[in-house]
T-cell receptor, first 112, second 115 residues
Framework: QKEVEQNSGPLSVPEGAIASLNCTYS??????FFWYRQYSGKSPELIMF????GDKEDGRFTAQLNKASQYVSLLIRDSQPSDSATYLC????????????FGKGTKLTVNP | GAVVSQHPSWVICKSGTSVKIECRSL??????MFWYRQFPKQSLMLMAT?????????EQGVEKDKFLINHASLTLSTLTVTSAHPEDSSFYIC???????????FGPGTRLTVT
């Protein structure tokens, strides 16, 4: 059973702080990883994807991938109340599949 | 980014009737689309993978005769919930995969309520 594990939270940080969201995956064959943001009552929105080991930065967001440790993280710098949402980590299933395996999500609250 | 639309955004229907939900990729061609269901405060559940011009592949436990999926073109997939019952009430979300990449872009979702 291929799994993506996330701490469900809630994770609470003050405005302006760095929020750190983590995820581990079970399938060593996974090569592509994604972070989605889902506001309450809305559908998921893709915010980052990462394929290679190391860091990938996009604005206030940095995704980090460590394939040896099977670990993916998302850092949000200068957190804003508007970042309050559930963050879903996903891994491409690999092995010729087109599917993504999603974690259950981490709920982030940024306090003003 | 790639834009996916869904229609309708919400629908209320009576038990026993059928409901069709459309999913369109607006600015790209999607050879593969996916249908998910999400109950309140629960995680996404993949229902089926839909490839243009071929039959959908359903996940274990999803009734293919109840949830009919048609992917007739590179920009349109439809999900029909047949003989809907109150337990089918949920948030149905489609996504589309960009060709030659693995990221999926989600539509805004359709909230179905069966009375």
């Amino acid at each position: 059973q291929k799994e993506v594990e996330q701490n469900s939270g809630p994770l609470s940080v003050p405005e302006g702080a760095i929020a750190s969201l983590n995820c581990t995956y079970s399938d060593r064959g996974s090569q592509s990883f994604f972070w989605y943001r889902q506001y309450s009552g809305k559908s998921p929105e893709l915010i980052m994807f990462i394929y290679s080991n190391g860091d990938k930065e996009d604005g206030r967001f940095t995704a980090q991938l460590n394939k040896a440790s099977q670990y993916v993280s998302l850092l949000i710098r200068d957190s804003q109340p508007s970042d309050s949402a559930t963050y879903l980590c996903a891994a491409h299933e690999g092995g010729g599949s087109e599917k993504l395996v999603f974690g259950k999500g981490t709920k982030l609250t940024v306090n003003p | 980014g790639a834009v996916v639309s869904q229609h309708p955004s919400w629908v209320i229907c009576k038990s026993g009737t059928s409901v069709k939900i459309e999913c369109r990729s607006l600015d790209f061609q999607a050879t593969t689309m996916f249908w998910y269901r999400q109950f309140p405060k629960q995680s996404l559940m993949l229902m089926a993978t839909s490839n243009e011009g071929s039959k959908a592949t359903y996940e274990q436990g999803v009734e293919k005769d109840k949830f009919l999926i048609n992917h007739a073109s590179l920009t349109l997939s439809t999900l029909t919930v047949t003989s809907a019952h109150p337990e089918d009430s949920s948030f149905y979300i489609c996504s589309a995969r960009v060709t030659a990449a693995y990221e999926q872009y989600f539509g805004p979702g359709t909230r179905l309520t069966v009375t």
